[in-house]
């Protein structure tokens, strides 16, 4: 089941090589570039993580801040107790928990119901938090506190999307990765054909959340003081999104590719014009939704294959390149 | 009939509202049978396929796959235990290509094959619907006749015990209709079994050596093809009194 084929293969060494020279990028700089670098990296693993689930579904989850907000607390509120790594563990461990409990609630819920009740989720929880905070603890934030550089983070990151990567490429290869491109074209036939589509969208929504919440403790120390407002804000969701649907979600790496621009866009507005991002990411929310539907990769392939068509229609021949490669 | 009993219909009644579409139906279906499911629009057909493939649950009564019951269960679990089904109109997997979508058929059901065997099968099955070399062509851009025909073979791909077809012939042309019942034929002929709810009354006489008749919910005729197309009841069923 495992043999790779040789574009396989030239993808995964070219991955390889992509991770190898980006962990060397904090030996070069410290300081704004590795800032950024940061950025990037958190954006492009919760991204692909949002993708994981949303993207061959359709459906859209508003609720990343929830499970980064859960993971951030879970760092904040163990720090004093317990190891880091164990943290990140109770991070993934209860944010899966949370997306396995949203998703059996939301089973049948579907297109814009399940948007309205992921971004209400975010949203309750953040409220949760800041109501028990101030009633039992009598504060607003928690303090955290720890040894790690940006450059730690920096490299957790990266390993943190390493790893979502090559959990997607699995899934991808899977009866699961099948079944959920099946769910998202037709439900009915999905369940006519033998699957159990409640079941392989909650466990890939547990694995999307987890990955989410694992973002959330590895940024943690970043804050050094944590309240709902930011771990929970849910800014954090909708960038997922806007970021995810530029790069496009018909791809593993299609998120990546919307990530890049937008973050060096927003990192320059954000320094110029403190005060108009809001415009920024509604400017590209539009553009998105006229322009390029299915994102920039989508917009790419489609180029791509209408060249070919006319270059074969020239010849006056069919393209089987053309075909084979939607097969692929 | 002599041959054992793959389905068994048992006062399968489901209601809607008020609206009772299928009131206490009971019919048999033996192995290697090819039955008909007939009567005029709105009689109840199509819900009642619907009940056997577990798209819907019986408000009460029962239905049986070779014993086991079915009736009530989910139509994942309905399909893994050997039920594949098309649609009245037909549904594809538009974003797949043609193999894609019949490699989906071989993948979870009863026929649970997975990687280099599902991909020979589904092309072996292609092969028999006349698509051979369009393996890789997106369903999307095929005419309407060759979507029913890959929609045919991702319910074959799963080796189901029972094969329901919903007007599976309609809407195609004269010589594609040929096509069509040949392709039935030849189906039915390895033995499996079939139930097919059909406009096409030719295809109906020359396929089905039973037939099931509603009108209104109810059962109005079982029974071998030529007589129960002469009914009286099932004539009035279809054209009105004046006619019967």
Same mark, same amino acid.
């Given at each position: 089941m495992m043999r790779l084929r040789r574009d396989e293969l030239m993808v995964a060494g070219g991955g390889i090589a992509a991770i190898a020279l980006l962990s060397l990028l904090p030996l070069f700089s410290d300081g704004f570039v590795l800032s950024f670098g940061v950025n990037l990296m958190l954006y492009v693993a919760m991204c692909t993580a949002w993708t994981l689930f949303s993207g061959p579904t359709r459906l859209v989850s508003l609720a990343s801040a929830g499970f980064f907000g859960v993971g951030t607390y879970s760092v904040a509120l163990g720090l004093d107790f317990l190891p880091f790594p164990v943290l990140i563990a109770i991070a993934a461990f209860v944010s899966a928990a949370l997306a396995g409990l949203v998703g059996a609630a939301t089973l049948r819920l579907s297109g814009v119901y399940f948007v309205i009740f992921t971004l209400g989720l975010a949203e309750l929880i953040r409220q949760v938090v800041a109501w028990s905070q101030s009633r039992f603890a009598h504060k607003m934030g928690l303090y955290v506190f720890t040894d790690f550089t940006e450059r730690d983070l920096y490299w957790m990151l990266l390993a943190l999307t390493t790893l979502v990567f090559g959990v997607g490429w699995l899934i991808n290869r899977s009866r699961l990765g099948f079944a959920l491109r099946i769910i998202g074209d037709d439900e009915t036939v999905a369940r006519h054909v033998g699957i159990a589509t409640a079941r392989a969208k909650i466990v890939l929504f547990m694995a999307s959340g987890a990955f989410l919440g694992i973002a959330g403790a590895i940024v943690a120390p970043r804050y050094a003081y944590i309240e709902p407002q930011a771990a929970f804000n849910p800014m954090i969701s909708f960038l997922v999104v806007i970021m995810a649907l530029l790069g496009g979600t018909r791809r593993l790496w299609g998120p990546l590719v919307g990530v890049i621009p937008f973050t060096i866009v927003m990192e320059f507005i954000t320094a110029r014009?403190?005060?108009?991002s809001s415009v920024v990411i509604g400017i590209t929310f539009l553009a998105i939704v006229y322009l390029l539907p299915d994102g920039i990769t989508g917009r790419i392939e489609g180029l791509r294959d209408r060249i070919r068509h006319r270059a074969a229609a020239r010849n006056g021949i069919e393209a089987p390149e053309a075909i084979e490669e939607k097969a692929a | 009939m002599s041959a054992a009993t793959v389905l068994s219909v048992a006062r399968a009644r489901k209601a809607f509202g008020g609206l009772i579409a299928v009131n206490d139906v009971s019919f048999d279906v033996g192995e290697g049978e090819l039955i008909g499911l007939i009567g005029p629009n709105g009689s109840g057909k199509t819900t009642m396929l619907n009940l056997i493939s577990g798209a819907l649950r019986p408000t009460s009564g029962e239905i049986r796959l070779a014993g086991t019951?079915?009736? *009530? !269960? &989910?139509p994942e679990k309905v399909a893994r235990i050997g039920i594949a089904r098309t649609f009245q109109l037909v549904r594809v997997l538009?974003?797949?290509t043609a193999i894609e979508n019949v490699t989906a058929g071989a993948v979870f059901a009863r026929n649970r094959l997975w990687g280099a065997p599902a991909q020979d099968f589904a092309r072996g099955l292609l092969a028999r619907m006349g698509l051979s070399g369009r393996e890789s062509v997106p369903v999307a851009a095929m005419t309407y006749i060759d979507q029913k025909r890959v929609e045919l073979a991702r319910a074959l791909a799963a080796d189901p015990r029972l094969l329901l077809l919903?007007?599976? !012939? &309609? *809407? !195609?042309n004269p010589s594609e209709l040929l096509l069509g019942i040949d392709l039935i034929r030849d189906i039915s002929r390895e033995g499996r079994t079939i139930i097919m709810v059909e406009h096409v009354m030719d295809a109906i006489r020359t396929l089905c050596s039973r037939c099931v008749v509603m009108n209104s919910g109810t059962m109005i005729a079982n029974g071998a093809a030529a007589s129960v197309l002469a009914d009286p009841d099932v004539i009035r069923a279809y054209l009105g009194d004046d006619d019967a």
């Open positions: 014009f403190p005060n108009h | 019951r079915i009736s *009530g !269960l &989910a538009p974003s797949m919903d007007e599976w !012939l &309609a *809407g !195609l």
